[in-house]
Structure formats: C-alpha cells, structure tokens
C-alpha cells in the first residue's frame, strides 16, 4: 500500500477547535445540566441580510427554469462580482480581472501553497491562525524553514522583520486573528519595503478588514503603494455578512507579480485554481451580488457595528486586576492575558467555572502563551452574560483568597 | 521575489478546454453569423428540478432568520446528507461516517494529491479526464513515475494492469470520460485483485455512474467485495442533478484503509481536509438533500433519461462509413474515429464544416488521438442538428470525392 505522505508527521497531534470540540463535549458529559457561553470559534450568528436571501431565493428560481439555468460559472468566478469587489472593497485600486472569486479565504490559503511548492522558506506571525503553519507543514515546507514572528503586546503585536530575513512567502493576517491587532499605514509600508528588499511574497490576509473602524488605518495591504509587485491578498464575505456557511471569498492576485525568472504568478494561479478548482457555488455568489447593492452592503455594516457594540462589553473586563485586555476595537476579539496563567489552564478555569468557551492563545503559537481569545460574535447578551459570570467569579476569587 | 513552483513547468502549456474556447471564440469572431451546436464541455443544460429550488428557497429563508441561521458546518458536511447518500447510492454498503462532503469531484482529486505526497508513482487510463495527471505533476510528482494505461477499442478500453505494477496510486474512471465506457463486475474485480496484490490504492471515480444503464454494471467500486482496503470513490450530484454550478459532491474513504505503516488513511483524510478546506457551501447542501428526497431522486433520474435519449440520436452517425462510433449508452458522451484524421484535425472539421464544437480526444491522451468526444448533455434538439449537419457533410463529401 502507498507511503503516507511524510509531511503529516510534521503537523502537531490535534487541530485546535478539535480539542476544544471535545473538551466542551466532556465538560457537557459531566455537567449535562449547564448552558455554555461560546466565546469560542469566530463564527457569525447574526442572519443573512433580507436582500440576500431574496437574491438566493431569486436565483435559484433561474435555476429552476431552463432558459435561465446556469452550468459551469468561470473557476474564477463571476465578472459581475469580481467588478462589485474592486468597485466596493478596493474603490478601484485593484482591477476586476485581479479579483479571483473563492470558496473562502481557508481554501485559498491552501491553494496558494500550490505556486511555491515545498522548496521554500516561510514566516508567520506569532500568534497567528494556525493553517498558514499547518498549509506549509503539510505541503512539505521543512519546519525547520519556518519562521515564526512574535506579535506581543511588547511590540506592538507589528513584528520583528529582521528575524524574517530573506525568507520567500511571508504570511501576514490584519486585523491579526487572534491578538485583534490591526496593522497602521507605516507597519504595512515597512512590511511592503521590507518584502521589496528581501525579494520576499506577502500573503495577507485581509478576512476582518470589515471590523476595522479606526478610519486611519488601511483595510488592503493594496493601499501601500507598490505592494502589487509583492503581495496577494485573501479576503472573505464570512465575517462581513456572514457568509461562514454559505462559503464565498476571494483572492488577488496582481498581474504585476513576477518570479525572479520572469513568469508570471497570476497566470500560474490562472492555472493551478483550473486543475484543483471548479470555481465557487452559483448559489452563494448570487448572495455575494446582493451584499454588493447598496441595501445589502448598509445591512452588512450594520451587523457588523452589532458585533462591535457586544465587543465593547469586554470593556467592563479591566475591572479585573489580573486580567490585561488588548485590542478589542478593530477585530471581533478580545485577547486577555492573566498573570501567572496558562493559556490552556486560563481556558479549563473560564470553562469550568464560568461556562465560557474561549480559545486558548498558545492554540495560535508559543507566543500566545499565557492570553485567551474571546469572540464578540455570540452577540451583546452573550457576551454581557459571559462579563458578568468573570467578574462574579473575579469577586468570589478575591473574597477567598 | 519567491521561487516558482518547478512543477509547473512539467505542465503542458494549454488547459484542454482553454485551447477549446480560444478556437470556438477565433471560429465566431471570423463568422458572427454563424451559430455554434455545442457538444464540447461536459455540462449540464436542464434546469434543477423543482423541489430542488424549493428547499434552497426554504433553507435561504431559514437563514434569513436569527433562529434558524447556520454558520460554519462540519467540513466533511451535514450528517443526514452523508446518511442520505450512504442510502440512495450505497444501499448501506458505505457508511455515512465514509462520506465526506465536498464541493465537487474535482476539487476532492485535488485534495486527495495531498495523502500522497511527491513521492509517488501512478498510473492512469489514457485517454482520461486530464486532471488526475495536472493535478499529479502540480504536486510534484516526477513525469517519468506517471504511467499512462492505454484504453482503446482494441482492448475494450480496459487496461492491461501489467503495465502498472507496483503503482502506488492508480486512478480509474468509470463510466469513463471521454470514453464512455463503462467497466463490467469482472473488470473491476481484476482491479481490486491488483491492487490488493501490488498494495496500489485506487482512486476511482464514478462521477458519471448516474448515466450506467445496463444492470449488470457495477456504480461503484465498493460492490466489489475488498475494495474498502484498497480504494477511494469520488462522487458528484454536478451530472444526476444539475449540480455543475451549484457544486457539491463527496468522497468515500474507508476506515479500514492503512498506509503499510498502519497509520490511518482515513484520520489523515480528515486532518488535511481540516487545513485546506471549511466544508461545502450550506446552500448547495441543502439543494442536495432535496435531491436525495423521494420527488427529487425521481426527478434527476428522469432527467438522465432525458439526456440518455440525446445520447441515443448519436446512433445516426454509424451511417456515416468513415466514422467509427463507441460507447455511448453508460455514459453521456459518444466517442468517435475517423480514420486517418487527427483529434484536432477533427475538431476542425467539425468545427468549420458543420459549425459543432466537440472534444478532441489526443486533450485526453494520446491513446485518444484520432477520436472526437461527443456530449449529450446539449439536449435531444441539438443532437438531432448536430447529426443532421454532420450526415449532410458527410453526404456532401461524398459526392465531391
């Protein structure tokens, strides 16, 4: 029978919402009778937008009738999107035809491992998501070739670029999941020069840019002139209009990218989405396009101001002498850290003696030690439940000791 | 600036389809007066049937609403989908914890490179659906550990095996496409046999098993006894229910397959979909599970009839004394020689003389030189021109001769 591909050895024993999964699932085993507060997994909650779902319903009664049924779309996706994403998102900085229409950001990333191939060097945020690591370990990139970037309220969470000398695909997520962190306008000018210098490809993914509301600070790496001859960007309809489910995304891809040889990285990503790829579902680009109207894009920001306002409850949290909160303004997330804790001990405490569900930090690389993420998706009564149950527990803690 | 991936070099320059377009768009640009018949890609042209449109219409208003809304789903899909097909495909003989969702067969072959690694030898029928051997060389596999399986009217477009021994991975497709042959109970019993002996895993699929009309024939790999420790099944709803633009599909990967080290195929299946995908779209798997109810089922059965009968109209052609016909019963596509004529000299013709896009075989292979793909999914009507044209020209070429 076939060898297992080696690189499966290189990946850490469990996918961390896998674990989570299974300790919420004991934690329910032995407690049958509690309710949990899911601060966990960044999923939206809020409904699809009325106008979405009468674009879904409108098209699928096309769909019902054949001379208006559709078969095979583009594997990159409908012009009429790619046109309402560069028109919407990029006010025409990046072209249409640079706009690559995806089943999500996740399934990008994976993808793109295709144009490098496993001869290549990486560096990754610390903290971060965990499938640029994951992507690159199991595509067959060394581990010893990937470089992680500590992001620490130390620093700014904007990352040391000197320990990434060199290096050929350097992923970079802002509005950062997990620490919140939102990139300035100088962090990503200094990250374009950098990549200029040491010939190196920013991946950036741009998937909570809809959360940014600081006005100053840039929602594309594009906005940094120069970054189209260094930098693809993943993006996402998830977060902004809730879309987890409905699985709609997209890539771009400049027509200015280049190897050193030459060749052209957007027709090699022309090529590998055409062999590994069938392009997104038609049903849920039919809801893309009314995200895109002018009352589907007013409903989008308004959901997304709704899980900024249940954010701005985890402000009560300083309250809390031991807690430290960072960021929490321009990312669905709240990244606390507790003095003296582990992040997987931090975890089980908020679980056991809260009902909180969170993400421990360390689950995002050793530089998340010590912090928990918690997610404002659950919604302004959830999270003010979950505010509640911390400081009641904080209280109590205090009155014992 | 990055390395380009070396493999893509090992690519011949033009994706089949593409080179198609490029020709068909040349053809109308020099006569726009000129309608085309277009019996080239395989797609799907009848509209989805209408309980299929009402429980998407459904499950948008469901999403529509704060209670009933769904975000992220499992990545390997919604459960009473994998319980449905494990029925309506499999009376049982698979289970739904084998099934995995996806969003269409060809991102799953995708996908599966990723079991695999570079470092691998496979062999594969020839002609054949291009993206095994595309999907193969972009992950690196060396061109030279590639072993093409001729299948041609001489062998009964059943390999001889021999010529793969000891291949680590061999993909089988049945009924096949371009072909459309379709292998018997026996042919595929040699196969597992084979791979038992060679420890060869099979990736076999069966995304045109909807069109096998003949009883006797096999739909599925797993009817044959030990299959579920030598093969994997990709599987499509894109050909039985109109499903080429919605996308959803799925694999079988059996538990009780093992790498030689006894490591679990099956674990690392779910692991490496975890990283690069997020499940299918919500939308299409509730357009699915309409498909797998009583009226649906009967629906997309009827309208592979309707297709089977545009198949039919293909028999004209055998008046034709230069053509040679094949197939054209277990699968939606009629496979055509013309002696002393090239596949793209064909095309040409075809093209040009009776205003009929077909596929050249030689794109599938080069067993398929001298072959021409024919694709029912047009419809009875455009069939039934389409052999009108070419019996004129025929008749025509005759008498000038």
Not at 292 to 320: D, M, P, W
Request: net charge negative; charged share 20%; hydrophobic share 40%.
């Amino acid at each position: 029978m076939i060898k297992r591909n080696p690189h499966f050895s290189s990946l850490l024993p469990n996918y961390l919402f896998e674990e989570i999964g299974l300790r919420k699932k004991a934690y329910l085993e032995r407690h049958p009778e509690k309710h949990l507060l899911d601060l966990g997994l960044g999923d939206t909650t809020l409904p699809l937008s009325p106008v979405v779902v009468r674009s879904i319903q409108e098209f699928a009664e096309k769909m019902g009738k054949k001379e208006s049924y559709k078969g095979y779309g583009p594997t990159s996706g409908s012009v009429e999107l790619k046109r309402g994403i560069s028109e919407r998102f990029y006010a025409g900085i990046v072209s249409a035809e640079e706009i690559f229409i995806s089943d999500g950001a996740k399934c990008d990333i994976g993808r793109l491992q295709l144009l490098f191939g496993d001869d290549v060097t990486v560096a990754l945020q610390d903290p971060v998501y965990p499938v640029y690591l994951d992507g690159s370990l199991l595509q067959g990139v060394a581990p010893q070739n990937i470089f992680r970037l500590p992001c620490t309220p130390e620093n700014q969470f904007f990352p040391d670029l000197s320990l990434a000398k060199g290096v050929d695909v350097l992923y970079f997520c802002s509005p950062n999941n997990p620490t919140g962190a939102a990139a300035t306008h100088e962090q990503l000018q200094e990250l374009v020069s950098f990549a200029k210098k040491e010939g190196t490809l920013i991946i950036f993914d741009a998937a909570y840019s809809c959360f940014i509301q600081d006005i100053n600070l840039p929602k594309s790496i594009f906005e940094i002139p120069g970054a189209e001859e260094v930098a693809i960007e993943v993006n996402s309809f998830s977060k902004f209009a809730g879309f987890t489910g409905v699985r709609l995304g997209w890539t771009v891809v400049p027509k200015e990218l280049r190897y050193p040889g030459g060749e052209s990285i957007y027709q090699d990503w022309i090529r590998a989405t055409d062999i590994v790829f069938n392009g997104p579902s038609n049903l849920s680009e039919a809801a893309g396009k009314a995200v895109l109207s002018e009352e589907g894009f007013k409903a989008c920001k308004e959901q997304v101001a709704t899980y900024q306002k249940a954010l701005h409850e985890f402000e009560r949290l300083r309250e809390i002498p031991s807690y430290t909160l960072f960021a929490g303004t321009n990312a669905p997330y709240a990244w606390i850290r507790v003095e003296g804790k582990s992040s997987w001990d931090l975890f089980d405490e908020l679980l056991n003696e809260c009902q909180i569900v969170s993400v421990p930090g360390a689950g995002f690389g050793s530089a998340g030690e010590g912090f928990v993420r918690l997610s404002a998706f659950a919604g302004v009564e959830v999270v003010r439940q979950a505010c509640d149950a911390l400081l009641d527990y904080a209280s109590e803690s205090i009155i014992q000791s």
